[in-house]
């Protein structure tokens, strides 16, 4: 039973910690690494070439032309991974490594040990782990995280962690459609699972871990001026799932049968 990681890469030539990845699937022949060049403008693509040539069964690189934001990215690479028949699970990391291999590695665990559970999310606001973030972002994280409450209507305490682990039969319902938002779809994964579920089962399919440690890097791809269109965004959010039900099941669906245009998007090329 493979894992299939998720990093979504945009100008990450320059602080790619390349050795750190490459080092992690020596070591992993259990897990695969699925990078996705979201239309970078650096040298991006050539560094994951690189790394691809040297454990080329391990790795795989999509390359996405023009860039469409982390949310449009982790959805290609979630499709495209769901198609790879010896991959079970599937989740996502930031490409800085915020959240490290071994904190992703008790999720996968943590994932695998619980049977009724399809998510394994990791947390920043547990007690317990040593989490690094400025003042800053910290007085505005909980600003959002109030505003998210208040959307899922669930018990969550950190949606947007950088870190999360899904079971493969749960993929078709929380990648099918495209997400509303480029940086908040996390918050769209837990409407979707909490509209299929029912907002009482859903607490009993995802799982909160607490990390051991998270970092914040400089060098956000999330900038000022697109953090202070976070509530609008949000707003937009709770008004699309909520009420114009941008989201709904088709018969495929609730069975959770992929449709048979559950693939990778043939305009976002492999290489190989």
């Not at 999720?107 to 400025?134: A, F």
């Not at 799932?241 to 090329?269: C, G, R, T, W």
Request: net charge positive; hydrophobic share 45%.
């Amino acid at each position: 039973m493979k894992t299939g990681i998720i990093i979504p890469c945009y100008n990450e030539a320059n602080r790619l910690n390349v050795n750190a990845f490459l080092k992690f699937i020596e070591a992993n022949n259990n897990y695969h690494l699925c990078f996705v060049n979201d239309g970078s403008k650096d040298d991006t693509l050539s560094v994951l070439s690189s790394m691809k040539a040297k454990f080329n069964q391990q790795i795989s690189v999509i390359d996405v032309k023009k860039n469409a934001g982390k949310a449009a990215a982790v959805r290609v690479g979630a499709r495209y991974l769901f198609n790879q028949q010896d991959i079970n699970y599937i989740g996502f990391i930031d490409a800085d490594l915020s959240t490290d291999f071994e904190d992703f590695k008790n999720l996968v665990h943590k994932l695998k040990t619980l049977d009724e559970v399809t998510l394994v999310y990791g947390s920043r606001c547990k007690k317990g782990g040593q989490i690094e973030r400025n003042i800053f972002r910290n007085i505005f994280s909980k600003i959002i995280k109030t505003i998210v409450s208040f959307i899922l209507g669930l018990s969550i305490e950190d949606t947007q962690c950088g870190a999360k682990v899904f079971k493969r039969d749960i993929i078709p319902i929380a990648y099918n459609t495209p997400f509303l938002s480029r940086w908040l779809f996390d918050v769209e994964i837990f409407v979707r699972l909490k509209k299929y579920y029912g907002p009482k089962t859903v607490l009993n399919k995802i799982y909160e871990q607490p990390l051991r440690k998270w970092v914040h890097m400089e060098d956000s791809k999330l900038g000022l001026k697109d953090a202070l269109k976070i509530p609008f965004v949000l707003a937009n959010i709770w008004l699309s799932y909520n009420v114009l039900n941008a989201f709904s099941f088709s018969e495929d669906i609730v069975n959770l049968v992929p449709p048979a245009n559950f693939s990778l998007i043939p305009e976002q090329p492999i290489i190989a």
